[in-house]
């Protein structure tokens, strides 16, 4: 494939390392959150890979649906508008991927917390919460990842309906409030815990980032995943449609 970089941060360099050293992709090309982005960008291309900040891939998301070139997308922070684009992207038939971690053993950490949810259900004595550690340069706050852990909470576990960021003084944390703890800290990769506690005893999962490999690699895996499908079954799907292709294979 030529794949086209939106984004020349650290995942973007991480992604061109893994293309580069690859016998079956090439980068067709590289553009930075100050270029001019519009549907001809990417003319030539046969997959996208969008790894920049909230504000730069909202001002260019139109541009990529009406190139009708594949995009993966790792950009997180913009949970509160993918219905829209979600429909934008379908309306267009167009495609679009997008995961807040492209990580497999993130993915399967999101898939056993999903079952844990679902067991500790109907024991009342047992409670959750989550928590994340990131960098200090992590511009999300809780991390798109840690979010959608606490969405798979909330969809498996009736006992919680809401997240909690943060709590105001002297305000005590609901028994159906989900909390999920951010800490920015020094060069870590990524650290995301789910906590389940009673009087009895601690239940915690932990998946911790070694380095970015495992973020790009997926990337790439995704893109090729979504390439393949897009002439018969375009449209918006997450890194849980592939997983569930990968594994039905």
């Given at each position: 494939m030529k794949i086209t970089l939106v984004g020349n941060g650290r995942m973007g360099?991480?992604?061109?390392?893994?293309?580069?050293?690859?016998d079956n992709h090439v980068i067709h090309k590289v553009l930075d959150v100050?270029?001019?982005?519009e549907a001809g960008s990417f003319e030539g291309a046969d997959a996208i890979?969008?790894?920049?900040?909230?504000d730069a891939f909202l001002g260019n998301y139109k541009a990529l649906v009406a190139s009708g070139v594949p995009?993966?997308?790792g950009t997180t922070g913009w949970d509160d508008v993918m219905p829209q684009i979600a429909g934008e992207v379908?309306?267009?038939?167009?495609?679009?991927?997008y995961s807040a971690n492209f990580s497999l053993g993130v993915n399967i950490f999101f898939r056993t917390l999903r079952e844990t949810a679902r067991l500790i259900a109907p024991f009342e004595q047992f409670d959750i919460a989550l928590s994340e550690q990131h960098h200090t340069g992590?511009?999300?706050?809780?991390?798109?990842?840690?979010i959608k852990a606490a969405q798979e909470v909330l969809n498996n576990n009736p006992r919680k309906r809401t997240i909690v960021r943060e709590l105001e003084d002297g305000r005590k944390l609901r028994s159906d409030e989900l909390q999920v703890a951010s800490i920015r800290l020094g060069t870590v990769f990524g650290v995301h815990s789910a906590i389940i506690d009673?009087?009895?005893d601690t239940i915690e999962l932990t998946h911790t980032a070694k380095n970015r490999t495992g973020f790009a690699s997926g990337a790439v895996r995704a893109a090729e995943w979504l390439a393949g499908r897009h002439?018969?079954?375009?449209?918006?799907?997450?890194?849980?449609?592939f997983l569930n292709d990968l594994f039905s294979a």
């Open positions: 360099q991480q992604i061109a390392g893994i293309v580069g050293a690859s100050s270029d001019a982005i890979i969008d790894f920049t900040v909230r995009v993966v997308v379908n309306a267009a038939g167009s495609s679009m991927l992590k511009a999300d706050f809780p991390s798109g990842t840690a009673s009087e009895s002439a018969t079954s375009p449209g918006f799907c997450t890194m849980d449609d």
